[in-house]
């Protein structure tokens, strides 16, 4: 593999090379030129698509620059009024000549001309885009832009206090590994009841989210968000049965050995009841893991472990670094969770994450680590729609990353026995994630198709679904009121709806490539790296078979991946 991360901007021929979004007025010219030229040919259809896409590189770039900046600092509000005078005062304006653009693309007798095993994908990207674009959503889908960035404005003021200190919920959350159990319940509790006191904020905002997307979906014809979003997201290659086959699949064959991994957790403190505070927590003598100190630590080792996989991945990382595009230690008034954004003019994304020194941030970092690579490896096709990939692959270059690496993870660890350790955290999340996935789709499902539910009957039916996939092995009796808000934890139910399943799917073709690995590391990263370099230019079937994989998620497949990672438990 001769790959090089020395990668370029996207070179501007239609566009002023100093060029900058400001304001509408400035940006409509560009549109309406692509609007208003004649195209005689296939040759002048080639040039129009190259000027359409550097146009969408320069705006999707601009976008996310706004966005990475207010989530790096949510108290800033120079910060968000940027990003909402772009959501409200430039996008509005974009969308009815998206819309005129794709029509002309379509409509245009030189649209036969192009290779349509190469185009096939983004046309009928293109076609869905047609069939769904609605004038009236217009407003609609600017203030949903608008609002979701609110959870992350909410939970970003989220901190507690611990022995004097101030933390934020992510920073506390080292605690619960401590080996003092009356401490790890104390900020087990205070984390809860923090998230407790903002409970009717989240909720009220929740609740006007889906007013909004439903009103979207009656608007497009649909009868609830739900079908709607299945179409905008391209989910072509599936359908919501499917995902009910998924969220069967997990309770028959992945519920017994999360049961038996928290059973073995039990044991292993020594405890006759194990709580939701213990679950993090090593047997008196076992120190926490500390992987790392500081984010600038995180990196370098990070870039270590990533270059005994492959100097290219370890590249990808230097190259980021080299630009700036790290945001990695947790802070006050920074936004919850963690990121990869892909800048599509200057192609080295964005990571942003919240790192405390955890093991769980490890496992984060390589994630979008791995969607960086990806980033890079889709970087030079030639139009900047080739470069958008559907989720479901996104997240196996993710996903598959974390996998990968655990053999590579002595750059964390100096000792073998902290190595296993880490391995044996990794391969337990690969599982206990799986219930956790079914149950927040399950929730969306129900959520849209009941879009007037009221709050109470939100929580009764939140509660019921996660018991359908609930652990025995925990006790929880007495944490009702900390149960009935924990969906809100959840930042994709607000900023990114329907955005979940795509965890599940993808951990299942991430096990697959790590089976690869296991048998030939050398094949299994060719693999990888040829689906990834095809960005989105085949379907997701296709894309799966470039890595060797089956795109398949039947309960039978599901029982075989999941008997494969439990033999690999069972090894360690």
Not at 367 to 393: C, D, Q, R, T, V
Not at 511 to 536: D, K, T
């Amino acid at each position: 593999m001769n790959l090089s991360a020395d990668i370029k901007k996207i070179e501007r021929i239609f566009l002023p090379a100093d060029f900058t979004v400001t304001t509408w007025e400035d940006l409509e010219p560009y549109f309406k030129n692509l609007n208003d030229r004649v195209i005689n040919n296939a040759a002048d259809l080639q040039a129009w698509l190259k000027d359409m896409s550097e146009l969408e590189a320069v705006i999707s770039e601009e976008a996310c620059w706004r966005q990475i900046k207010m989530t790096c600092d949510t108290t800033n509000k120079n910060l968000e009024e940027a990003f909402t005078f772009f959501m409200m005062e430039i996008q509005p304006h974009i969308q009815p000549y998206a819309d005129a653009l794709n029509k002309k693309l379509i409509n245009s007798p030189y649209s036969k001309e192009l290779d349509q095993q190469k185009y096939f994908t983004y046309l009928r990207s293109v076609k869905k885009n047609i069939d769904l674009f609605r004038e009236e959503n217009i407003p609609l889908q600017s203030e949903l832009s608008v609002m979701q960035q609110q959870y992350g404005v909410i939970a970003g003021k989220m901190t507690v206090e611990v022995n004097g200190n101030e933390y934020t919920l992510q920073q506390a959350g080292k605690f619960l590994e401590s080996h003092d159990r009356n401490l790890r319940e104390e900020v087990y509790k205070k984390i809860q009841e923090r998230r407790l006191h903002d409970k009717d904020a989240m909720h009220d905002l929740y609740t006007k989210l889906i007013e909004k997307r439903h009103q979207i979906a009656l608007n497009a014809g649909y009868q609830n968000y739900r079908d709607y979003k299945f179409v905008e997201l391209g989910r072509f290659d599936y359908t919501k049965d499917d995902c009910f086959q998924f969220h069967e699949a997990v309770k028959l064959h992945v519920l017994p050995i999360v049961d038996k991994i928290y059973q073995n957790k039990k044991k292993k403190l020594g405890l006759d009841v194990l709580k939701p505070w213990d679950t993090e927590a090593e047997p008196i003598g076992v120190l926490p893991l500390k992987p790392f100190t500081t984010g600038k630590d995180l990196l370098e080792k990070s870039v270590t472990c990533f270059n005994e996989m492959n100097p290219f991945f370890a590249n990808c990382l230097r190259k980021m670094d080299e630009m700036k595009h790290f945001d990695l230690e947790s802070r006050k008034g920074k936004a919850p969770g963690g990121y990869n954004c892909p800048l599509a003019e200057s192609g080295a994304p964005f990571i942003f994450m919240n790192a405390a020194g955890q093991m769980s941030d490890v496992t984060t970092m390589v994630h979008e680590g791995g969607h960086a690579i990806h980033s890079f490896l889709s970087h030079n096709l030639e139009l900047s729609a080739f470069k958008e990939y559907p989720m479901e692959i996104a997240e196996v270059a993710s996903m598959s990353m974390e996998l990968f690496s655990m053999n590579h993870w002595n750059s964390f660890f100096d000792n073998e026995a902290d190595l296993k350790r880490a391995k044996e955290h990794q391969l337990e999340r690969t599982i206990t994630i799986f219930p956790w996935i079914a149950i927040i789709d399950k929730f969306q499902h129900w959520v849209y198709e009941n879009p007037t539910h009221t709050v109470n009957e939100r929580t009764d039916k939140w509660i019921e679904i996660v018991n359908e996939f609930s652990t025995n092995a925990i006790d929880v009796s007495g944490l009702e009121a900390y149960r009935k808000i924990s969906w809100q934890r959840q930042l994709h139910l607000f900023e990114v709806p329907f955005y979940y399943i795509e965890y599940g799917i993808a951990q299942l073709g991430a096990i697959g490539l790590w089976m690869q690995y296991i048998n030939n590391p050398a094949q299994a990263l060719e693999n990888y790296v040829h689906a990834l370099s095809l960005g989105g230019t085949k379907t997701l079937p296709e894309l799966y078979a470039a890595a060797g994989l089956k795109f398949d998620f039947s309960p039978d497949y599901i029982k075989t991946l999941m008997e494969f990672v439990n033999e690999q438990m069972e090894k360690l």
